[in-house]
Every structure is written in structure tokens, then in C-alpha cells.
């Protein structure tokens, strides 16, 4: 019998985890397993906060795809995927086509802007690693020109932060320690910089614990951080962005630079597959498969699976998808022996979010952790996810070490 192609499409969490848990499963010759990826290396999403706010190099936050994979049984391609045909079972992308037998799409997420005109053009996404340097490079370049122009536009120092959702917090927290690196470096007085936050909910961390939700804002405030709750973003243009402040009630805040942070879509190459789907995320069977497509497995952020205790979504997470990685592995290898699927059922640990290099919030089974204890954790975490793609080797090459700072 030919031997089956598994095809697995993006190598982010849940598609790195995949291919790993199918190498390590599966015999050089029990099948040809294909992953395909825009880049040759995996960038931790988690991390993109850091490296957008400029405390951590976009070097760090990648690695290469080639270090965690075993080429005698996986065969890397570096290719953007283009189109996926699952009727006739084809991928294109942009230097060549796949067929398969398998596919496992697990292609990400990218930032939603709700069709709020000017976002797409004027503000930046934290979605990748090339938009994170980019994001990083554009606040630099707004210092070094405040500081040399003659007519200063004090304007180019303010950053709004759109939403305050875990990546917005976690973006602030990393900027509440790089704007007075960055007033040394450019030689600008610190009482010049703006940063602020707008959320259109009427709390921070919608849904999240009250008493850790004060807790961070106190330490964001602390470094200078302002927020504006129940306002939300309806317009950005080239200036700054427009916020709804009543009925008929706005307020313009001119900004250099306006980074969209107010929540995630899937991939939208999902939306062309005449899948399903609810902003490119498609509600998977309890197996992972697409509804009607038994040989298609969606994993990550481009899968939605409803909690029933609550009847909302499962939030998009890298824990999630690392253990869909794992259950999908699983479910192609009992198809491949002719056995039955199992049912994925996510194991949530909990959930910390950080506040800069050495503070956090979170809630870690049940219990409420706040400050170094919380960051220590949230290091852990990070670590946890290196270890379980790349083993001791890449945890301790890329891995976070700076445990008690
Ligand atoms: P991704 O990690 O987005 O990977 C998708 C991969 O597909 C990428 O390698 C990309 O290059 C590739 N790709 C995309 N399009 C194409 C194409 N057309 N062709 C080829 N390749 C393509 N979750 C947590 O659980 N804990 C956290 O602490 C946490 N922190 C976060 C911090 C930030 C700043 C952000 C933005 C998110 C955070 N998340 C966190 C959410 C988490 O990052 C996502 O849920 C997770 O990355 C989803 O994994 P994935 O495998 O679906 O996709
Ligand atoms: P989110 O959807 O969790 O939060 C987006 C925020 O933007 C919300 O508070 C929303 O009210 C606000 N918003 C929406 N429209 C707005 C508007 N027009 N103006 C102002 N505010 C607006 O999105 P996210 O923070 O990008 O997180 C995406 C996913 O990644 C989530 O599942 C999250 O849990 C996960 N994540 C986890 C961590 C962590 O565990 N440490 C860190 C980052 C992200």
C-alpha cells in the first residue's frame, strides 16, 4: 500500500507540535510527512510583545525550523501557502503544488481590526516577527527624529495601545521598562512621552480577576502608563486615532505611533477554502477534523472549539494548540492503523500575564500568583513550550534564565 503524505501547513505551536509528536511516533518509512512554512524558522508568538517593544531582540525570539525537526523523516519546505483546495485535495503555494493525504492546517492567527476604517493602513499589528522589529524600528525612528527637529512635534511621542486584552497588557508592561531606555538613548525627557491605552470594554483584562486586574494597573500606572476604558477605537487615519467617548461625543488623539492589540482573526487563507468558518477560525469536530472534510485537521488559532461550561470559545492560546498538536498527531496515526480518533478535550493550566521583565498577573490552577512569583512562572511557562518542541538542547540555547530579576 502507498505510503500516506501528511501535509502540514504553518509551524507556529500547534504545527510544530504535530510534525515533533509525528516524527516521534512514526518510522522513516511509514509515511511521507511534509511541513510547509513562510519562513525557515518558528517565531514564538508569545514572545512578540518583547521584541515589539524593543526589550528583547526579534534574533531571540526565533529559531530555526531545521534544529527541532529529524530531515530523515520530515521534509521542510520554505514556501507560502496560496491557496488550499480541499475538494481536489491540492495545496499551491508560491513555488510549487502538494497533494496529500493528511492535511493539517495550522496557519495562525492575524490581528482583527472589525472592519474599523484606517486601522489596516495606519496602525501596527503585533502578528509576526517581521511587524514586531517593524513596530520596534518605527518607535525608535520617532525618537531619534523628535530629538532632531528644530519645530518639535511632541506628538510623535505618544503611543496608543489599542486594547486591553492580554497582548495590549503585555505590550504595556514591556514598554512601561523600554520608554526610559529609549528617553536615554535619544536624550528625551521622559515627562514628553505619552503612552496610553484604549479599551473599549469598561474594564481592562475584560473578564479577568478583579483583584489582579487593579494589581496591574497600579503597576502600569506607575510607569507612567494611562488608560481610557469604554472608549473604543472607531477610526485611525495618519494623525492618531478617534475614539467614541459618548452618544454623539469624540475625542481625536494625534499619535506617532498606534499599535492595534484589540484581539485575533485565523489565517485568512481559511476563508477561501469554502470551509465554514467564523473570521477564518472553523468550529472542528471533537477530533479536530473540518466538519465533512475527514482528512483535515485544523489546529491552533485557525480552530474554534466552544466551551461548554460557559458556551463561548476556547481563547486562542499557544497552550491550546501545542495540545491540539498533540491529539492531532495522534488522531492521523489511528487513521493511518484503521483505529478510532479521540477526542480532544484542552487541559487548562491557567493563565499568567506579564507586566515587564520581572512583574505578572495570573491565576495558575485556581490560585491567584501576582509580581516576581508571577513572572517566575510565566518564565517557566516559556520555557515549557521551548522544551516540549525542541527538548533540553533548544531550552537551554533560547530559553529564558533570568528566573528571580
Ligand atoms: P502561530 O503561532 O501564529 O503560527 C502560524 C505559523 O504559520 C507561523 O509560523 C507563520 O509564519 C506560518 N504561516 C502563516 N501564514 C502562512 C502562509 N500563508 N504560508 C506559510 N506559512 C504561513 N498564548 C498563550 O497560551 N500564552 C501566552 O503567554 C501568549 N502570549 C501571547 C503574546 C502575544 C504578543 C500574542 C500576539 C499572542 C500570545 N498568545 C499566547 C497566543 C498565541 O501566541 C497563539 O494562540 C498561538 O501562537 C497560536 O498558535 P498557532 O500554531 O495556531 O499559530
Ligand atoms: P483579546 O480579544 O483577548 O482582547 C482584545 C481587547 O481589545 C478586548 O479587551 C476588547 O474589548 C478590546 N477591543 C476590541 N475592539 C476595540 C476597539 N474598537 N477599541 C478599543 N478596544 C477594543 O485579544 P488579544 O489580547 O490580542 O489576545 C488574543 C488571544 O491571545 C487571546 O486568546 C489571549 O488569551 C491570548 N493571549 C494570551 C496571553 C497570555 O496568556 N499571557 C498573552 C497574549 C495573548
Given at each position: 500500500m502507498k505510503r500516506p503524505t501528511i501535509l502540514v501547513l504553518g509551524a507556529g505551536y500547534g504545527g510544530l507540535t504535530t510534525v515533533v509528536n509525528l516524527q516521534k511516533s512514526l518510522?522513516?518509512?511509514d509515511a511521507d510527512v511534509v511541513l510547509i512554512n513562510k519562513n525557515d524558522y518558528h517565531y514564538e508568538s508569545t514572545w512578540l510583545h518583547e521584541a515589539a517593544a524593543g526589550t528583547m531582540s526579534p534574533e531571540s525570539v526565533r529559531y530555526d525550523i531545521a534544529n527541532v525537526i529529524n530531515s530523515n523523516k520530515v521534509k521542510f519546505i520554505k514556501a507560502e501557502v496560496q491557496a488550499i483546495d480541499v475538494s481536489g485535495k491540492v495545496v499551491t503555494t508560491n513555488v510549487g503544488t502538494h497533494t496529500y493525504d493528511y492535511l493539517v492546517i495550522s496557519l495562525g492567527f492575524e490581528g482583527e481590526t472589525f472592519g474599523i476604517p484606517g486601522l489596516d493602513k495606519y496602525a501596527f499589528s503585533i502578528a509576526n516577527v517581521k511587524a514586531a522589529r517593524q513596530i520596534r524600528e518605527h518607535i525608535e525612528y520617532q525618537f531619534a527624529t523628535w530629538s532632531t527637529?528644530?519645530?518639535?512635534?511632541?506628538?510623535?511621542l505618544t503611543i496608543i495601545v489599542g486594547g486591553a486584552g492580554f497582548t495590549g497588557i503585555e505590550f504595556l508592561g514591556e514598554l512601561g521598562n523600554r520608554v526610559p531606555e529609549l528617553c536615554k538613548e535619544f536624550d528625551?525627557?521622559?515627562?514628553?512621552v505619552r503612552v496610553l491605552c484604549v479599551e473599549a470594554?469598561?474594564?481592562?483584562?475584560?473578564?479577568?480577576d478583579p483583584e489582579l486586574v487593579e494589581y496591574a494597573v497600579k503597576q502600569l500606572n506607575s510607569k507612567g502608563i494611562e488608560f481610557s476604558i469604554g472608549t473604543p477605537v472607531v477610526e485611525a487615519t495618519p494623525e492618531g486615532v478617534n475614539l467614541k467617548k459618548g452618544e454623539d461625543e469624540f475625542e481625536f488623539i494625534k499619535a506617532g505611533t498606534v499599535v492595534w492589540a484589540a484581539g485575533v482573526r485565523g489565517n485568512r487563507l481559511i476563508e477561501e477554502t469554502g470551509i465554514e468558518n467564523m473570521r477564518a477560525r472553523v468550529k472542528v469536530?471533537?477530533?479536530?477534523?473540518?466538519?465533512?472534510?475527514?482528512d483535515v485537521f485544523i489546529v491552533g488559532d485557525c480552530a474554534l472549539m466552544i466551551n461548554e461550561e460557559v458556551n463561548r470559545p476556547f481563547p486562542p492560546t499557544a497552550q491550546i494548540a501545542m495540545q491540539q498538536g498533540d491529539m492531532c498527531a495522534n488522531n492521523i496515526i489511528a487513521l493511518m492503523k484503521g483505529n478510532p480518533t479521540s477526542e480532544f478535550v484542552p487541559d487548562l493550566k491557567g493563565s499568567v500575564c506579564s507586566l515587564g521583565d520581572s512583574d505578572a498577573i495570573g491565576v495558575v490552577f485556581g490560585k491567584k500568583v501576582t509580581g516576581t512569583k508571577a513572572s517566575f512562572m510565566k518564565k517557566m511557562i516559556d520555557n515549557r513550550a521551548l522544551f516540549m518542541i525542541g527538548g533540553a538542547g533548544l531550552t537551554l540555547k533560547k530559553g529564558k534564565f533570568n528566573l528571580l530579576k
Open positions: 518510522g522513516a518509512d527637529e528644530e519645530v518639535k512635534d511632541d506628538s510623535r528625551v525627557p521622559q515627562e514628553k470594554a469598561p474594564m481592562v483584562l475584560p473578564g479577568f469536530d471533537k477530533d479536530l477534523r473540518a466538519p465533512g472534510h475527514s
